[in-house]
């Protein structure tokens, strides 16, 4: 089943909170793979949050990237009411205007 992201949020510690296509929203933790390739440089916390949408997926500018499927599998469900626990309001509406 294809799962297109189309909205990113950094967090703290190495998490993002992904939006889908359907509008699900989830949290993805990047920290196992820090230490593996590319994503090394991700531990540098300004490239971290440089992450963004590419095509139907996340990427930083380094070029290090997931592909939607993993990020879906690999990720857990937020509850509506988690949002505003999570970050501030730049993540709420950040949200909001991805779906």
């Given amino acids: 089943m294809h799962k297109a992201v189309t909205g990113v ?3 703290a510690d190495y998490q993002l909170l992904l939006t889908f296509a359907d509008g699900e929203c989830r949290v993805f933790n990047v920290a196992p793979y820090l230490g593996k390739g590319i994503f090394a440089g991700l531990r540098e916390k300004a490239l971290f949050d440089a992450v963004q949408i590419s095509f139907d997926t996340i990427a930083w500018p380094n ?3 997931f592909c ?3 990020l879906y599998a690999n990720s857990r469900a937020v509850a509506p009411n988690e949002l ?3 970050a501030g ?3 709420r ?4 205007a991805a779906n």
Avoid: I, S
Wanted: glycine share 10%; net charge negative; no cysteine.
């Fill in 68 to 70: 939607p499927e993993l």
């Fill in 9 to 11: 949020v950094p967090l």
């Fill in 63 to 65: 070029g290090a990237d």
């Fill in 89 to 91: 309001p730049q993540t």
């Fill in 84 to 86: 505003g626990r999570m």
């Fill in 93 to 96: 509406d950040n949200v909001q």
